[in-house]
């Protein structure tokens, strides 16, 4: 299904999401609001359990905001819909999991839709990098996340220069998880899709949650945030059928039958 300049395609429990707006990939307000509710949508739909976010063609994932809108008066502090933009950073609690098989060049804004998602899976010729110290503006999102993804003073210098990171360095720094032949890579991110989509969705929405509202706490504030179930999935986890269903299946030797309840 074509939905503007996105594609999606649903195949069992996996959505796929690609990209697939003029030459580069690039993404304006139109297109991130687009974004937004197929996200939104793949949130809120029980029958979902993980998404592929990849581009169309072998050079360009995403290059980011489209500066020629830009240039004809978007603004960048323009509605970028429910999800911020690229539909996934500011998107509330999406607690499912997320893959991204970024196919070529990933800069600015694409580069930051790719850090938001929890796997990410590249293309041997795959780049990296933030550019917008060239066009005069901030890459906000990256600002925040980066220095807490890798080393401070390497999230600063792509920030401060916007060198491009190549495969290799970005694997080196933790920043991707595997790199594969561009022939193998929707191969490789449907396999991983297909391992999530048979796993306890339960748990893994209690494992974004944490993550995501712990990480600005001390250590043992964390630790109370679970235990105490503070969290809305934790509590729904350790409340549910799934829960009793991973212990008998462990005692009974047998494979889990995962109900999301």
Not at 220 to 247: C, H, I, N, P, W
């Amino acid at each position: 299904m074509t939905n503007g300049p996105i594609h999606v395609t649903r195949r069992g429990r996996v959505l796929e999401v690609r990209i697939e707006r003029g030459k580069a990939n690039a993404i304006d307000a139109v297109t991130s609001r687009i974004m937004g509710d197929i996200f939104a949508s793949f949130r809120d739909d029980p029958e979902l359990r993980v998404a592929i976010l990849t581009g169309t063609g072998e050079k360009f994932f995403c290059p980011g905001w489209d500066l020629k809108a830009a240039a004809e008066g978007e603004p960048p502090d323009s509605d970028y819909g429910v999800g911020g933009f690229g539909g996934l950073q500011e998107l509330p609690d999406l607690n499912k999991p997320v893959i991204c098989a970024v196919n070529g060049l990933a800069f600015g804004g694409g580069f930051e839709i790719m850090i938001a998602c929890d796997i990410i899976i590249a293309a041997e010729h795959a780049t990296f990098a933030l550019p917008e110290i060239n066009s005069g503006t901030v890459a906000d999102a990256a600002s925040i996340k980066l220095p807490r993804r890798i080393p401070y003073h390497v999230a600063m210098e792509m920030l401060l220069t916007g060198r491009r990171v190549d495969t290799a360095e970005a694997k080196h720094w933790g920043l991707i998880n595997e790199v594969v032949p561009a022939d193998k890579l929707m191969v490789r991110a449907r396999a991983v899709a297909d391992l999530l989509a048979e796993g306890p969705p339960l748990v893994f929405a209690a494992i974004k949650e944490i993550t995501r509202d712990t990480a600005h706490l001390p250590v043992q504030q964390a630790f109370d945030m679970v235990t105490k179930r503070k969290l809305k999935t934790v509590d729904t986890l350790y409340s549910s059928e799934d829960q009793l269903e991973g212990a008998r299946a462990f005692a009974e030797k047998r494979k889990p039958q995962w109900k999301g309840r």
